[in-house]
């Protein structure tokens, strides 16, 4: 109880340091100095020449992320009538994908939320604290519910969009998504990239209103993953 009265107290100090700011600085200076222009969202890239076809049984079995992958999610703010893209990530993400004759037939992804961060510590208290109390649901699971069938033959270094259907668990709320994302082998790692768009009132979470500072009532669930064979 102690501990979360010291959150409490210690996250309410730091939304109001963060107002302050506001109001001396003006939000115009605090999106474009202090939060800075957001990370690009995810994408797929390689160095490898495009154009040689991938046979079935180049990518056939089991892969698992590794090095290099991230996920997080992208809001917008309003301060003071100003917009503020902001966008937190993590590296801690496990999961699996099984591929059977060029079609992903199962795929599951594990994100820690409670190590997802920002440029803002007092931000990142509220998301984990308050709006997403990863205290109770530390982690946000993606589960394909459906094989997911290439849209033309694979070819080595070309991205290949292609939409997956799932259910996405966050905040101990489950929901059926689709995703549109982008698939891209190199000839030795498969790339996923893509974003989930939600609502935060579908996975019980309130969006924030401090008065100087609206979060938006929507966002995304971004995701980057970096795929080895097992």
């Known amino acids: 109880m102690k501990r979360r009265t010291a959150i ?40 490898a020449t495009a154009g040689a076809t991938v046979e079935p049984a180049e990518v056939q079995g089991a892969w698992t992320v590794s090095d290099g992958s991230y ?4 809001v917008d703010e309003v301060l003071n009538g100003t917009d503020v893209t902001v966008d937190g990530r993590t590296e801690k993400v496990t999961g699996t994908v099984t591929i059977d004759d060029a079609a992903v037939t ?3 992804f594990t994100v820690d939320v409670d190590s997802i961060a920002t440029d803002q510590g007092s931000r990142d208290s509220y998301f984990r604290n308050t709006a997403l109390q990863t205290f109770r649901y ?10 997911v069938a290439a849209a033309s033959s694979p070819q080595v270094g070309v991205k290949q969009t292609v939409t ?20 891209l082998f190199d000839g030795e790692t498969a790339q996923v990239a893509g974003s989930i768009p939600i609502t935060f009132a579908d996975y019980g979470v309130q969006a924030p209103n401090l008065g100087f500072v609206k979060v938006e009532d929507h966002g995304f669930v971004e995701f980057s993953l970096v795929l080895t064979e097992k």
């Open 164 to 183: 997956a259907t799932g259910e996405l668990t966050l905040h101990g709320q489950t929901r059926t998504v689709s995703v549109p994302m982008d698939l």
């Open 106 to 108: 199962a795929a599951s």
């Open 138 to 147: 530390p982690t946000a699971t993606f589960t394909l519910t459906k094989p």
């Open 71 to 74: 996920a997080g999610y992208r």
């Open 8 to 47: 409490a107290l210690i996250t309410a100090g730091a939304v109001v340091v963060v107002g302050a700011v506001v109001a001396l600085a003006g939000p115009v200076f605090y999106r474009d100095v202090i939060v800075g222009a957001p990370d690009p969202t995810p994408t797929v890239a390689t160095g």
